[in-house]
């Protein structure tokens, strides 16, 4: 929740997609369902798939990944990744933009985690 708020005011961010965030347009139904919000966030970084490959290239203790199951924090960039081979258009209809990336945050320390989300987005 930390990193998703973070994430969620940092001016270089598009948007975030949390349940745990009262924006989110199924909060209300989340927090019925759930007994927390989880560790997956994803958000949107500017200047489409160029500005998502480069934040992820930045980032230093977050590892990009295409499994996001593991302990530690990691990090795929659907455009460059797991939905290359889907034509833009088909993407954007599906909300995957070029800039989205999928975030499943570890047990690091979200301090540290903000740290190393800042320095890429510099």
Not at 4 to 30: E, F, M, T
């Amino acid at each position: 929740m930390i990193v998703a708020s973070h994430l969620a005011s940092h001016p270089r961010v598009i948007a975030v997609n949390y349940p745990g965030l009262p924006s989110h347009p199924q909060h209300d139904l989340a927090k019925k369902q759930m007994r927390g919000f989880g560790g997956m966030i994803s958000f949107e970084v500017m200047h489409g798939k160029d500005g998502g490959k480069i934040f992820v290239e930045r980032l230093k203790l977050i590892s990009l990944a295409v499994s996001l199951g593991g302990v530690e924090s990691l990090i795929e960039h659907a455009a460059s990744m797991t939905h290359t081979m889907v034509d833009a258009e088909e993407r954007r209809k599906a909300g995957i933009s070029d800039g989205l990336l999928r975030l499943s945050v570890g047990l690091e320390d979200a301090q540290d985690l903000i740290q190393d989300l800042d320095q890429a987005l510099a």
